[in-house]
């Protein structure tokens, strides 16, 4: 029976989701019971080809990504696919009238970690998009259960969160990106070395976003509200000890909350949003 390899394909997706990503994990876990795992498989699906670009060093990344991106509009033209990272994917697709164009965007986002070390403005512009803010989009199509007139009204301020989440994630990560990758998201640092200036100019960025982004939060459908506001607390959280740690640190090591600062703020959210103080 389909049902059962659909079944399992869900589960592949939250293994995926656990395995990866513990905070978003938690997030997940307090949407409305019938959201989790349509955000599962677009996490996993997220996940597969973001590991293809950033991982698999020994392989032909390029060939891997175009056979990924090739076997995912197959999933979706068939409405089935053998891999079941993309079979739960495509019937997120389907169920929710998620747009091709989003997923293409973050195909081409994830081609460009492939060529290019180092972004202008304009690029780097253009890969947010397509890695964040299309991402958001996706994920707004599910909290409002495919409903186009509310997708339209929150589009703007999905899209600012999933780009403060994304610039957070490059500061977070700049150790790695940099030194390891080799690759140099900011415009800034194309010319110069990461320096306080520059960080306080994205610090400034990240906050006109988040403002948007949360003002968009508070209007999402209260059984998917809970779950994005817990990933905008950890996220401002993040940001924060990002903000008050010393530019030379955060070219040396990874930025992390510790666990029990993670449920505390788990604690103090719940309480926000049961009594409704978003």
Request: some cysteine; aromatic content about 14%; hydrophobic content about 40%.
């Amino acid at each position: 029976m389909k049902q059962l390899f659909d079944t399992l394909s869900l589960d592949m997706s939250a293994l995926t989701t656990k395995k990866y990503s513990t905070s978003f994990s938690i997030g997940i876990r307090f949407l409305s019971a019938d959201l989790r795992a349509p955000i599962h498989a677009i996490y996993g699906f997220v996940r597969f080809a973001d590991e293809i670009v950033d991982s698999f060093h020994l392989y032909e990344k390029k060939e891997l990504l175009s056979e990924f991106r090739s076997e995912t509009f197959k999933a979706i033209e068939r409405g089935i696919s053998l891999n079941p990272i993309l079979n739960s994917f495509q019937w997120v697709v389907g169920k929710y009238g998620i747009d091709p164009e989003l997923i293409e965007l973050f195909l081409q986002s994830m081609k460009m970690d492939l060529e290019k070390t180092c972004y202008e403005r304009k690029g780097y512009e253009r890969y947010i998009l397509g890695s964040a803010e299309v991402v958001g989009l996706m994920c707004l199509k599910v909290f409002v259960r495919g409903n186009q007139e509310t997708y339209e009204k929150l589009k703007e301020p999905a899209m600012k969160l999933g780009a403060a989440f994304q610039k957070i994630n490059f500061l977070r990560d700049l150790h790695t990106d940099y030194y390891q990758l080799g690759r140099t998201y900011f415009p800034e640092m194309s010319f110069d070395p990461f320096n306080c200036f520059m960080k306080q100019k994205i610090e400034r960025e990240i906050e006109g976003d988040f403002k948007a982004g949360y003002e968009g939060i508070k209007q999402l459908p209260k059984d998917a509200r809970f779950g994005v506001y817990m990933a905008y607390r950890y996220y401002v959280k993040l940001f924060h000890q990002i903000r008050k740690t010393d530019v030379q640190i955060i070219l040396e090591e990874r930025i992390r909350i510790p666990d029990n600062k993670k449920y505390r703020l788990l604690f103090t959210s719940y309480l926000r949003h049961n009594l409704n103080l978003l």
